[in-house]
């Protein structure tokens, strides 16, 4: 059966903290491929302004170039509305078919966010969640989770949750550098930084307004 991995994010930009905790996973779980899905909606980030999906996937394809580890995924870039994971997930499964084991991963952050998600109950039927922690991380309770999916799918939640390397960079911390005229050098590959500085990217009094 082979193993694939799907990584979704706003990615705005990518950077290593997302690089590093993805290929850790894959290697943890000894998976095949690893898709990178940038979310052109993203529905926990409805009122942020974001930078164009377009510039996000390229960033996405600069980042990984090279590596036949990864893979750029449009599925969501393309798709109208809030960028579910549900609906990506389920038309994921009908490309791959059943021969395929598909892994979603997310944050040690968003596991006690989890049961806000989209058609929560069906998700995790239908894909198996991976949560990458970092030292120092405290899982939510078995109840929070429970309440949501159902006790068995929430035990099994807290059971796929996969130490990553702890690398203390955020997407926020590269805006907000650029936006008051730091360098971003060596916080996501260099062809990203290059991609960033001649687009001139992050750089406007708005994006120091982000959050
Ligand atoms: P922002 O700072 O804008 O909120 P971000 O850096 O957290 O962005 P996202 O694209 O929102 O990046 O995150 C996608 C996924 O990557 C999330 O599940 C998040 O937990 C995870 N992630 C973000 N930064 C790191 C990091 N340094 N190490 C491991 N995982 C990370």
């Known amino acids: 059966m082979t193993r694939v991995g799907l990584y979704g994010g706003t990615f705005d930009p990518i950077h290593h903290g997302h690089l590093i905790s993805a290929r850790s996973l894959a290697e943890t779980l000894d998976l095949e491929r690893v898709y990178l899905i940038p979310a052109a909606r993203p529905p926990h980030k409805p009122d942020r302004a974001m930078t164009s999906i377009e510039d996000r996937l390229e960033m996405v394809r600069l980042a990984v170039e090279g590596d036949t580890l990864f893979e750029v995924c449009e599925i969501e870039a393309r798709r109208d509305g809030p960028s579910y994971t549900y609906d990506t997930v389920e038309r994921m499964r009908a490309i791959f078919g059943g021969s395929t084991e598909l ?8 596991l006690p966010e989890l049961h806000s998600w989209h058609r929560v109950r069906e998700l995790v039927q239908c894909v198996t969640i991976v949560t990458a922690t970092r030292p120092g991380w405290l899982p939510p309770t078995l109840e ?20 990553t390397p702890s690398i203390g960079i955020s997407a926020t911390e590269i805006r907000n550098r650029r936006s008051i005229g730091l360098s971003i050098w060596y916080l996501t590959p260099r062809d990203v930084v290059q991609y960033i500085e001649r687009n001139d990217l992050y750089a406007s009094a708005d994006s120091a307004k982000r959050p």
Do not use: K, Y
């Not at 892994?103 to 968003?110: A, L, P, Q, R, T």
């Not at 989770?145 to 130490?163: H, I, K, M, P, Y």
């Open 144 to 163: 929070t989770l429970a309440t949501a999916v159902g006790e068995s799918a929430a035990q099994e939640l807290l059971s796929n949750c996969v130490g």
């Open 103 to 110: 892994f979603w991963f997310i944050g040690g952050d968003s």
